[in-house]
């Protein structure tokens, strides 16, 4: 079975556990042969895979997956194909950058309120000196025995109305878009199941987000189930949305998301790399992991 490419994943330049290098030697010995890099409002770990992925005869897609506030909520933007150099995409990631330096700060204080002392600091550690992430935390927190998981401690800490959370405006739609297509790339849905829209709210997101000069949705993603793949896999039919896949893969720590992995996109879907043409020289195989 040829794995079909593999277009989210996450290294230590966001919250990954990997650096781009070695999550890279890791989804080559998968059997990935076409990876994309796409973590969190960054692109600064993309020269080290590309370099990694060339000694490696792989196929290192540059992305970014792009922080939104949409309404009241967070949705992530994956650009796939961006041109990391691109100045306007630059200029908007290192916005929300800064909001991350900040957010950082004010869950350390608001922890702090709450009891916990250090968790700036401990964050931080963990970061690599890289931006830092509500992940970072949460493994700090775990680290700390204050929870026995990371999911526990977004669920307890750092999620809407608990003592850690923190609202930040990221990036609009229109932004995310906006960047994404001028560093020449295309603007993926990331994982769309996760935001428990209803189907109302899902295809007005989806009708803007095409407005914008949106492309494409994950269909299959690591925090999909089998049953989410086919619901939009429909709307990325019905919608005319190209399809995407990505493991989400964030590293070894999480064993129920592994890269290598993915199930085919289901049948009708057109996937997103279908007219790429960075594909490896044999890019049928890759093609035709359709169905
Ligand atoms: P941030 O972009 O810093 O606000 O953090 C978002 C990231 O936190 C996501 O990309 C996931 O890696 C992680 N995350 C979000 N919700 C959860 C959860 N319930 N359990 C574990 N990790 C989560
Ligand atoms: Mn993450
Ligand atoms: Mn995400
Ligand atoms: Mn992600």
């Known amino acids: 079975m040829k794995p079909i490419p593999d277009l989210h994943s996450h290294s230590t330049a966001s919250d990954g556990t990997l650096s781009p290098e070695a999550l890279v ?68 990631l290192a916005r929300a950058m800064e909001q991350r330096a900040w957010r950082a700060e004010e869950i350390g204080r608001k922890l702090a309120k709450h009891g916990v002392e250090g968790a700036y600091e401990g964050a931080k550690a963990l970061s690599n000196g890289r931006l830092i992430g509500r992940t970072h935390f949460a493994r700090f927190l775990v680290g700390q025995r204050l929870a026995a998981s990371t999911g526990e401690v977004f669920k307890r800490f750092l999620t809407r109305g608990k003592p850690g959370h923190v609202s930040v405006q990221w990036a609009t739609l229109e932004e995310a878009v906006g960047w994404i297509r001028a560093a020449g790339g295309q603007a993926v849905i990331a994982h769309p199941a996760r935001y428990d829209l209803t189907r109302t709210r899902m295809l007005r997101l989806i009708g803007e987000f095409r407005e914008l000069g949106g492309v494409g949705i994950e269909v299959v993603t690591g925090s999909h189930s089998r049953d989410d793949a086919f619901t939009f896999a429909r709307h990325a ?13 964030h590293g070894p720590e999480n064993p129920w998301v592994e890269l290598g992995r993915l199930p085919a ?27």
């Open 25 to 92: 030697r890791r989804a080559a010995s998968a059997g990935v042969r076409v990876l994309a890099l796409t973590d969190h409002d960054t692109t600064e770990g993309l020269e080290e895979a590309t370099g990694a992925a060339q000694a490696l005869g792989m196929v290192l897609v540059p992305g970014v997956e792009i922080s939104v506030t949409w309404g009241v909520r967070t949705v992530h933007v994956v650009g796939l194909n961006v041109d990391r150099h691109n100045g306007v995409l630059s200029q908007g």
């Open 237 to 249: 039919r019905e919608q005319r949305l190209l399809a995407s896949a990505g493991s989400d893969f």
């Open 265 to 291: 996109l289901p049948q009708g879907c057109t996937p997103i790399w279908q007219d790429w043409t960075c594909l490896p020289d044999d890019a049928a195989s890759v093609r035709a992991a359709v169905g």
